[in-house]
């Protein structure tokens, strides 16, 4: 749900796993296979291990493709293998009724190494009572713990005394103490920022109580009834996530801590996927684009990412050579990366610009932000997770710097529009640059603690991306 590293149970040595004609992915014509139930051809997965190397069957059938515009999705930070594949067959749906004449669409669905904690609903995914929740409480239930595995290998140790205490709930700081350490040792950061790994978010270096009474807080807001758009005290320098909220004092009960406590477990996975989606984009997707441009050089790109996809698809465009011309639009769903990430220049830091500063340039069309104020993931748990050691600020309390691209749209880049849905649809996107378009009015069903964070499966959106990338009839 949460989002430090958007955006499931594809471990690192699956990227052979997808290839063409094997019944799982791609069949040799590059429609899908038997059974994969994506409606609409042709149909290809490009499949990236963790450090972004491209399984070269997969990149094969991109190559063949037959098509004048392809569509390249990465999903985010909830999908396994299944998961993604049904998100890129409703989300590809309507497009064959939505281009010219003259758009001959191939699609391309991104396949890279995340994992899904079954606790989070995916809108219209999940059969009801499917979820693990509220049956196993703080305790992982089966499906997450083989994730987990699977995700960590080699740390069965350290995940057998993580699912004890999260089951037995023990009412002992020294027991937060020890999964602190657990917590951290899985997410590979010192407890102690330095030198070689400076910005380590704060979530994992304060005191680990503060902490967990912090995310319980804000898990019980994310469970807010719908229709309370800010939840209980989360105006800036409000009291809803401090120390002192309601029954979260120092001296309240530490086995109600638990919950957040899973969080912070959740938070370790997303830190390592955060990190893994900018080397996929960086050192694989962009890459390999750039080889498919080179020997197709008629095919035009459009790029969609969702969560953490969205960094995936944005990162790629680092190995997209200045003057290049064939990404023709990218569309970010939900993003899970900072609002500044396009500034050339942050309003906090003039010195500084964004980590994707610039690289709207090397598109040749819009870079389309899609954000909506009902994604509990990024309206909550990005800013908390975002925060870095050593800010003055600590974890309390908000600050706008901090905040994800998916929750709020582009920031601190001059001249970029902010549009409704209905204004964009109705009259379309600027040609060039960054633009962000409020999607709250569809993006906005899904259930605590994500929220609406995965409510993306709407042909509104698809409409946005054939306007972006001016494939319209």
Known sequence: ???????????????????????????????????????????????????????????????????????????????????????????????????????????????????????????DFDAPGALAEPGFGTALDPVTRRALGEFWPGRQTELDRVAELLEERPESAAAFIEFGALVRELAGVDAVPSA????????????????????????????????????????????????????????????????????????????????????????????????????????????????????????????????????????????????????????HDRSNGGALRGLQRRVDGPVVACHSPHDSALRLFYPLASRMAGDSAGLLGFDERWGAIGHDGVQAVPGAPRLSLDTALRQGVPAAGCVSVDAGSVVRRGGAPSGAHSDICHEELARVVVAAGRMGR
């Open 196 to 347: 070689v790994a400076p910005a380590v978010p704060a979530i994992f270096t304060d005191d680990v109580l503060e902490v967990c009474r912090v995310l319980t807080r804000a898990l019980a807001t994310a469970g807010a009834p719908a229709g309370d758009a800010e939840g209980p005290g989360l105006a800036a320098g409000g009291p809803g996530l401090t120390a002192g909220g309601p029954g979260l004092t120092a001296g309240g009960a530490l086995r109600g801590l638990w919950g957040g406590a899973k969080e912070l477990l959740r938070q370790a996975a997303y830190y390592k996927m955060k990190k893994r989606a900018g080397v996929v984009g960086e050192r694989g997707l962009g890459p390999v684009l750039a080889q498919l441009a080179a020997d197709r050089p008629a095919l035009r790109f459009h790029l969609i990412g969702h969560s953490f996809g969205a960094r995936v698809v944005s990162f790629a465009l680092r190995a997209v050579p200045d003057g290049a011309r064939y990404v023709k639009s990218v569309t970010l769903l939900q993003g899970a990366f900072s609002h500044y990430a396009f500034a050339d220049r942050m309003p």
């Open 1 to 123: 749900m949460t989002d430090i590293g958007g955006g499931f149970g594809i471990g690192a040595g699956t990227a052979a796993g997808i290839v063409a004609g094997n019944g799982l992915g791609v069949s040799a014509g590059n429609r899908p296979a038997a059974g994969i139930g994506i409606g609409v051809g042709p149909y290809a997965e490009l499949t990236f291990d963790s450090e972004g190397d491209v399984d070269r069957v997969t990149q094969g059938a991109v190559a063949r493709m037959e098509a004048t515009d392809v569509l390249v999705f990465a999903h985010g930070w909830n999908s396994d293998r299944s998961t993604a594949t049904r998100l890129y067959d409703r989300f590809f749906a309507p497009f064959p009724g939505l281009v010219g004449s003259g758009v001959r669409l191939g699609y391309v669905g991104v396949v890279w190494p995340s994992m899904r904690f079954s606790d989070e609903p995916i809108p």
